[in-house]
């Protein structure tokens, strides 16, 4: 059974910094695209960004220059690090990731999500 598990939330005060971690485990065979999307309160979940297998990376324009995603395909384990941090980055941040595991027999291709990060930027 596959799962996503995030950590690094918390309260920061605005231009402040934190970094978002989020760890694979399971029966996992490879791990294609994956990426950070946030929630705010009252608002549609949105990408943040996106980082592929080979580490192309794509980000919103609302944190692009502010937000780096990293990867570490030896750990599968992908990164958030956000800085210059504004109080509308306030939201539950989710990981999600493209994975092929193995469900025996067979093998399984199914995109997975964490359960979600809260992180409050505010004075």
């Known amino acids: 059974q596959v799962q996503l598990v995030e950590s690094g939330g918390g309260l920061v005060q605005p231009g402040g910094s934190l970094r978002l971690s989020c760890a694979a485990s399971g029966s996992i065979v490879s791990i294609y695209g994956m990426g950070w999307y946030r929630q705010a309160p009252g608002k549609q979940r949105e990408l943040v960004a996106t980082?592929?297998?080979?580490?192309?990376?794509n980000y919103a324009d609302s944190v692009k220059g502010r937000f780096t995603i990293s990867r570490d395909n030896a750990k599968n384990t992908v990164y958030l690090q956000m800085s210059s941090l504004k109080p509308e980055d306030t939201a539950v941040y989710y990981c999600n990731a493209d994975i092929v595991s193995v469900t025996e027999p067979t093998f399984k291709h199914d995109d997975y999500w964490g359960q979600g990060t809260q992180v409050t930027v505010s004075s």
């Open positions: 980082i592929t297998s080979r580490g192309s990376t």
